[in-house]
Every structure is written in C-alpha cells, then in structure tokens.
C-alpha cells in the first residue's frame, strides 16, 4: 500500500525541541521532493517544508527559518523534521506529505498527521 | 503570499443533490505561458489524511469519481460534486501553487441534510 504514516508528536513547552519521522512506503520513495504542512486548529494548512529527491535543496516558510531542520534518509525511506526553539504558534497537526511534483508545488499523498502541542 | 478565500464555510446538500464550493485567490493563478491555472482541490474525511481531488484547477486525480469536477481560471474556482453521496461527507480545500509558498483555503465542510 502507498503511504507516508508520521510519527514523534507530543507536547513540549515553549523554548523545546521535537524531532518528527515520516515513513514511507509502498512507492519509491527517492524519487519524489518531500513537504511538511501542519494545520493549526481552525486554521487553513500551511506548507512548512520541502526537500528535494537527493537531499540537496530545502526550503522552509519565513516563520521556521533557523528553527526547523529537514532531512531525509532515502535508504530507510523516511523523512525527518528537527523543530527547535518551539513556540505556541508551532501548536499544529503536522503532515507528511509527498510533492511538489515535477516543480509543481501541490501534494498527492498525506499521511493522517502527528499532534504538536507547544505549551508551558 | 497568495490568500485563498473559500465560499461557504460550511453546507448542507440532501443525497444526490449537487454541491458548489467557492475558491477565490488574491492573485491571479493563471500562466498564460502554459496555459494553466495552478489550483488543486483536497478533500479531508473526519480522522482521515488529506486526499488530492483534482489539480490544474479541472484534472481529476486518479481513481477520483467523476461527480468532483473543478472549473474556473484567474481568480475564480469552482468545485463542484454533481451528485452527493454519503462518502462525500468532509472538509474541502482549495490550495494555489502559483506562487512560493503555496497557500490554503480554510476549507468548506459539507454535511448532509
């Protein structure tokens, strides 16, 4: 079966660290650009993150800039998000998600998301 | 960044009725280089992950039922379930991959009646 099944939620105070997992299976996985998304409650999803095929290009959205780390590791097809300096803003359902494709940035696979909770 | 604003926030259609979910951007999603309008729709089931409905603005994702159908170009999109079944029962996003970062509607919700 094709998926990506996130892992590593949990709550954390304010000033914290947090190290998400995504594993991927049923689809070659170092072959595709990597995203994290994360919805905040009653709130629209927002991109996080991406990461290119073979590691060599990332990106993030300004507000994670220096706080966030993105990694992969394709030969145990999993993707990794280092989140540190955590803030309640970063309080979020956290997705793993597989795209942009072919330059494109849209998403053709979600996992069901792990819950951050940043809080004192 | 772009705003993606949705119409309704939430609505009610009896079975095999058809359901109209708005999309409007602050910008233009059109390349007039490709001819594209770079819009995807999402739809997002109680406890369930995030599903790509349709990309383009109007291409069905595989294995998608041909009741979602999606139009509009510029500013302006259309999702559109023709016939609604009991499955159809979730939230809907638009999201734009026009510009950097790509951004999200806050969803519709659609119910039964």
């Known amino acids: 079966e094709v998926q990506v099944v996130e892992s590593g939620g949990g709550l954390v105070q304010p000033g914290g660290s947090l190290r998400l997992s995504c594993a991927a299976s049923?689809?070659?996985?170092?072959?595709?650009?990597m995203s994290w998304v994360r919805q905040a409650p009653g709130k629209a999803p927002e991109w996080v993150a991406n990461i290119k095929e073979d590691g060599s290009d990332k990106y993030y959205v300004d507000s994670v800039k220096g706080r966030f780390s993105i990694s992969r590791d394709n030969a145990k097809n999993s993707l990794d998000l280092r989140m540190n300096s955590l803030r309640v803003d970063d309080t979020a359902v956290y997705y793993c998600?597989?795209?942009?494709?072919?330059?494109?940035?849209?998403?053709?696979?979600w996992g069901r998301g792990t819950l951050v909770t940043v809080s004192s | 960044d772009i705003v993606m604003t949705q119409s309704p926030d939430s609505l009610a259609v009896s079975l095999g009725e058809r359901a109209t979910i708005n999309c409007r951007s602050s910008q233009s999603l059109l390349f007039t280089s490709s001819d594209k309008n770079y819009l995807g729709w999402y739809q997002q089931k109680p406890g369930q992950a995030p599903k790509l409905l349709i990309y383009?603005?109007?291409t069905r994702e595989s294995g998608v039922p041909d009741r979602f159908s999606g139009s509009g170009s510029g500013t302006d999109f259309t999702l559109t379930i023709s016939s609604l079944q009991a499955e159809d029962v979730a939230v809907y996003y638009c999201?734009?991959?026009?510009?950097?970062?790509?951004?999200f509607g806050l969803g519709t919700r659609v119910e039964i009646k």
């Open positions: 999201q734009q991959y026009h510009s950097v970062p790509p951004t």
């Open positions: 049923g689809f070659s996985f170092s072959t595709y650009w």
């Open positions: 383009w603005a109007s």
């Open positions: 998600a597989r795209g942009p494709l072919w330059g494109n940035w849209y998403f053709d696979l």
